[in-house]
C-alpha cells in the first residue's frame, strides 16, 4: 500500500518561515507531478505550488515570490519553502503524487497556522 506522508506544519507568527515536506513509499512506478494544495476553513482546496518530473514549477498567485517548491526524485519526495507567511496562508496543507498513469496519491495533511 502506498504511504504519503507530510511533515513539517505547526504555529508560526505572521512573517515568519515554516519548510513543508512530503515522502512517498511503496510507489512503483514513475511519478510525474509532484504538488502541494492547501484548505483553509469553509473554503475549497487549492492548488498552492507543483512541480513536473524535468523541474518545471507552478505556483498559485497568492504566494509567488514567497514559496519555493522542490523536489528529489530518487528519494521520491517534496518539499515546499514558505517564508514571509500571512494569517491567510492558515490551512491544511496537503501533498500530492501523481504516476505515470496519472493516478494521484494524497497525504493526509499537516496544518500549518499563521498567527497576526
Known amino acids: 500500500q502506498v504511504h504519503v ?32 494544495y492547501r484548505q483553509a476553513p469553509g473554503k475549497q482546496r487549492e492548488l498552492v505550488a507543483s512541480i513536473t518530473a524535468g523541474g518545471s514549477t507552478n505556483y498559485a498567485d497568492s504566494v509567488k515570490g514567497r514559496f519555493t517548491i522542490s523536489r528529489d526524485n530518487a528519494k521520491i ?3 515546499l519553502q514558505m517564508n514571509s507567511l500571512k494569517p491567510e496562508d492558515t490551512a491544511v496543507y496537503y ?18 497556522t499563521v498567527s497576526s
Open 5 to 36: 506522508v507530510e511533515s513539517g506544519g505547526g504555529l508560526v507568527q505572521a512573517g515568519g518561515s515554516l519548510r513543508l515536506s512530503c515522502a512517498a513509499s511503496r510507489i512503483f512506478s514513475s511519478i510525474n507531478t509532484m504538488a502541494w
Open 77 to 79: 519526495t517534496v518539499s
Open 95 to 112: 501533498c500530492k503524487f501523481t504516476n505515470q498513469y496519472s493516478t494521484d496519491y494524497w497525504g493526509q495533511g499537516t496544518q500549518v
